[in-house]
Nanobody
């Protein structure tokens, strides 16, 4: 069972930046796609971004394109989500999840989830 641990959340002002990290415990990260999802209070979980295994391809939902960047370091078994130009509507708990193939639309296909990290964008 793959285990994932998120970190890097916090409170940031609108227009600010945060970098989330997802540490993956697996024999190798090469065979997993890792997605970032988020869930705001009273809303359903929604996909944000995903990065596939080797070769790494990236996917973003429209509302984060141009602001968020996903990357991975397979040697360190780490996935990162750089979030710039943050808006109040980005406030949510952010989760990373492991998949066999990249998706931002099918959270039900996740093999494993992290516990989440809170991101709050407020002045």
């Amino acid at each position: 069972q793959v285990q994932l641990v998120e970190s890097g959340g916090g409170l940031v002002q609108p227009g600010g930046s945060l970098r989330l990290s997802c540490e993956v415990s697996a024999f190798t990260l090469d065979y997993y796609a890792i997605g970032w999802f988020r869930q705001a209070p009273g809303k359903e979980r929604e996909g944000v971004s995903c990065i596939s295994g080797s070769p790494a391809k990236t996917y973003y939902t429209d509302f984060v394109k141009g602001r968020f960047t996903i990357s991975r370091n397979n040697a360190r078994k780490m996935i990162y989500l750089q979030m710039n130009s943050l808006k109040s509507e980005d406030t949510a708990v952010y989760y990373c999840a492991a998949f066999a193939a990249c998706t931002v639309d099918r959270p039900d296909l996740a093999q494993s989830w992290g516990q989440g990290t809170q991101v709050t964008v407020s002045s």
